[in-house]
């Protein structure tokens, strides 16, 4: 089945931040400062209504999703929906649009998961209404099962639902008719007003619909759906209302099945866009690659013409959506990073008002005269923030992905690169503000580590440590995304090679300088980062003087055999990293968990149990092997961390460890 | 037999008695051309099962044998199996009215080999099930390190006189380099 749990996660268009881990948040005075840093967001959405005049806010308060109403005139905030009080199921607000001047639609979801290998993970739905003139006892529902097609902002009191099964059907309901959620109905009351009828129709297909592709005035352009003749279908309607196929998956597999053994040629991992939304041409759509390891990349497709083009990636774990403007202009992604979502923007909209360096900002949302906004601004110094904007300018603050940290922080940063062998590869260096001592340096590899790279934007870990007085560097070292092909395609089988080299060497130069104490330096990474600290700890002691590994993999081979793969994803892997079958050898050279007799500097080797990318069998290993050899090493199994610091709770336990294992090796500036 | 060996043999049986063997291990000696398959089970779930069958060529298998899961309560599990290359052919982990069941009888991941004479860690069988959500999760995972202490526990307290290696159809240097010599033993 092409479609992907992921797919069925994308529907949420409009979203700005999401938190799959909430949890409580701390106080302020008592805060430490690993709590400052890793604290759970205050707000994870927010949605201007069509005026202007009222802010829908979605907060994270005590473990529990809560929707408030900020008037943007008196900048009042009145609380109106708590997701923990109204549902004992474990439900989350996955959607929060404007219908109207009046209506908030709230899309409720519950996540059920399938049997692997059998059945979709089912995501349950709920649609409900909430009235912002009298919020508090009026909360209405569809009842019908279905989804929010299109809130249909120029119309007051409807919007379009997609009703899918046999027959899939697009529905303009008003909200009038539908009944409070909760109570019970009256014998003469019909289902949602009795809405579900012919007459209200917008569009219908002979098929399970599974997305619909709406203009902005609200019609339907295309439509995804599983037909039963056809299977997988991309469908476009031309102007008389009939369907005109553009994609169909079963037979284009079919087609490049055929090709294939009339060519006896290999086969090889090959794209497979998904549509995510219109691109504001005909049979143009902004799409994702499902065979991508893990979706990072934009694409634009024409799927009339065949034409494709790249045109975003990202660095973070994955893409869950694509955002795009009234136009259909692409504006962002949004992406999960470790386990909260985010809002990226692209290039050409990351500067729109660009006051420091390496500044991200951009409207989230804007009223129908776009004189007012709301707007996400983060820079490396400057942790995400949302505020309201008029014509313009700056009026509040309301909300903060950071809540416990000031708006600005103490520190600098230089982005440089350095040319080794042959290759120009980029870097960042984070400072505190104060550079009048020598300051011991961390250096920071980051995970993937194809087709991942360090942001010169905001990065939490980063900047705890600079706020604790050492300088960091991350280092965009070969097979990084962000910058070049050539970068990234120089990645290649590269683990434990030039990918470490490019580590090593700008390390050295940066070492060079003079606020920089090159006697106090460690290293610290997860997953890759953690393999890279790992190696390199064991094979340059003379650079560096201890070393953290979270996830790490110390053990390549076993790292590759450890799971089932598909064919497409063991082809990546054998291609990135190398095939075990025939490289055994030259992987296991590379592996730390093989050389710990050569260990001298102190390791701290962190893993979560709850790792399914990378086991902890993984560290055992290298912890028994260590043990062994005699070499110093501590070891730190955390039972719910999962491959990234996981819950804030869990992240600023093991920061603070973290942070005192590094104190004790190299000291900080600080206190 | 004499009564010296009887009585050994009757001692042995009798202790052996407690513990969970497969049906056709019955001793803790293995013959000339045995080994053992030891599984770490992590199984939860209705009646879980394990079809196997010794690979006789890359094509062609042998009788298939059903392991009920159900049964044994106990975190290890030891079978007495002849020396040879051997296919998990179907994982069984019926869950109410979804009578799932994982295929791998073409999956090399499922493959163990038996080496004669040597306690075969075929790694940690895990099967677990969520009524509420419907879902169920099955892996095979190798943990020789993770599981270590609680093996060696495992085979000191049963006293089976073999060394340990892993059944795992791909190379795996670990054991061997923690135990520091080629033929790799618990003591």
Redesign the interface.
């Known amino acids: 089945m092409l479609v992907t749990t992921n797919f069925f996660l994308m529907f949420a268009r409009k979203l700005l931040l999401f938190t799959f881990l909430c949890a409580g948040s701390c106080s302020c005075a008592a805060a430490t400062l690993a709590e400052k840093f890793f604290s759970s967001p205050d707000m994870v959405d927010a949605a201007l209504s069509p005026s202007g005049s009222k802010v829908a806010a979605l907060r994270l308060e005590n473990d529990s999703q809560r929707i408030s109403f900020i008037d943007t005139v008196s900048m009042t905030e009145q609380s109106v929906f708590s997701v923990g009080e109204y549902s004992e199921k474990e439900s989350s607000i996955r959607e929060l649009v404007w219908l109207d001047n009046r209506y908030v639609a709230v899309q409720l979801s519950q996540l ?8 979709d993970t ?1 995501l349950q739905k709920r649609l409900l209404i909430i009235d912002s003139e009298s919020p508090k006892d009026n909360v209405l529902s569809v009842r019908t099962k279905g989804w929010l097609a299109d809130p249909l902002r120029g119309e007051a009191n409807s919007f379009l639902f997609a009703k899918s099964g046999i027959y899939s059907k697009l529905y303009k309901l008003s909200v009038d008719k539908l009944a409070r959620d909760g109570v019970r109905l009256g014998k003469l009351d019909r289902v949602d007003g009795g809405q579900f009828v012919r007459s209200n129709e917008s569009r219908s297909i002979d098929g399970h619909a599974i997305r619909w592709y709406l203009k902005n005035d609200g019609t339907a352009q295309a439509v995804l759906y599983f037909s039963r003749e056809e299977g997988l279908v991309l469908a476009e309607f031309s102007a008389d209302g009939k369907l005109q196929t553009l994609k169909n998956w079963e037979e284009d597999d079919e087609k490049s099945k055929k090709s294939k053994k009339d060519k006896d040629t290999a086969t090889k991992a090959e794209k497979r866009f998904v549509p995510i939304v219109l691109a504001g041409m005909s049979s143009s759509f902004y799409c994702l690659d499902i065979n991508e390891e893990v979706e990072k990349s934009v694409y634009l497709v024409n799927f009339s013409t065949g034409k494709e083009e790249k045109i975003y990636q990202t660095s973070s774990y994955q893409i869950l959506d694509i955002l795009v403007g009234e136009s259909g202009k692409f504006v962002g992604v949004k992406v999960l990073k470790d386990g909260t979502v985010f809002t990226e923007f692209a290039e050409e909209n990351k500067n729109l008002s660009r006051k420091v360096e390496s500044l991200i900002m951009g409207s989230i949302d804007s009223s129908r005269d776009g004189k007012t906004n709301i707007v996400y601004a983060e820079a490396h110094n400057m942790p995400g923030h949302l505020m309201l904007a008029k014509d313009g300018k700056e009026l509040a603050p309301l909300g903060k992905v950071y809540p416990l940290l000031p708006k600005v922080l103490a520190s600098k940063q230089v982005e440089a690169v350095l040319n080794v062998e042959g290759l120009d590869i980029p870097y960042l260096l984070n400072l505190p503000q104060d550079t009048s001592v020598k300051l011991p340096m961390l250096v920071m590899p980051h995970g993937g580590p194809i087709g991942v790279y360090d942001t010169p934007y905001f990065d939490e870990t980063a900047q705890f440590f600079v706020a604790q007085g050492y300088a960091v560097l991350r280092v965009n070292f070969r097979g990084s995304s962000g910058y070049s092909e050539d970068l990234q395609r120089s990645g290649e089988k590269q683990w434990g090679n030039m990918m470490l080299t490019d580590i090593l060497q700008v390390t050295r130069q940066v070492t060079k300088r003079a606020e920089i104490d090159s006697k106090s330096v460690c290293i610290i990474g997860m997953s890759y980062g953690g393999y890279a600290a790992a190696e390199l700890l064991t094979r340059h002691p003379e650079v560096f003087r201890c070393g953290v590994a979270m996830a790490g993999v110390y ?1 390549i ?2 790292y590759i ?4 793969h598909s064919d497409g994803r063991a082809d990546w892997i054998y291609k990135n990293i190398g095939d ?2 025939e490289d ?1 050898d030259d992987l ?1 050279a590379i592996s730390p ?2 050389s710990t007799e050569k260990l001298q500097r102190p390791i701290f080797i962190i893993h979560g149990k709850k790792d399914t990318v990378v ?3 993984q560290a ?2 290298y ?3 260590l043990s ?1 050899n005699n070499k110093p090493f501590e070891l730190y199994i955390d039972e719910e961390m999962t491959h990234s610091y996981g819950s804030p709770e869990s992240a600023v336990r093991l920061m603070s460890k973290v942070s005192e294992f590094i104190g004790s090796n190299i000291g900080s500036t600080m206190p | 037999m004499n009564y010296s060996l009887f009585s050994k043999w009757l001692v042995l049986t009798l202790f052996l008695s407690q513990f969970s063997f497969a049906e056709e291990s019955g001793l803790n000696v293995l013959g000339e051309s045995q080994g053992y398959l030891l599984i770490e089970l992590d199984v939860g779930g209705v009646a879980p099962s394990m079809k196997y069958a010794m690979r006789r060529s890359s094509r062609s298998l042998g009788e298939e044998r059903t392991l009920a899961l159900n049964t044994i309560d106990q975190r290890f599990y030891l079978i007495k199996l002849r020396k040879g290359v051997y296919q998990v052919t179907q994982v069984l982990a019926p869950l109410y009215d979804l009578p799932y069941r994982l295929g791998a009888e073409q999956s090399s991941y499922w493959q163990f080999k038996i080496e004669p004479g040597k306690i075969n860690y075929f790694g940690r069988l895990h099967i677990k099930p969520e009524r509420l959500t419907d879902y169920v999760e099955i892996r095979r995972l190798n943990y020789i390190a993770a599981s270590y202490d609680d093996i060696q526990d495992y085979i000191k307290t049963n006293s089976i006189p073999y060394p340990l290696s892993l059944a795992f159809a791909y190379q795996d240097d670990y054991l061997r380099e923690l135990l520091g010599s080629l033929d790799a033993s618990y003591n």
């Open positions: 059920k998961e399938g049997i692997k290998d059998l059945m089912k053990d081979n076993l055999n450890f799971r089932e075990p079958r055994y296991k968990l093989y086991s902890f069998e055992y290993r912890a028994a092997l062994k």
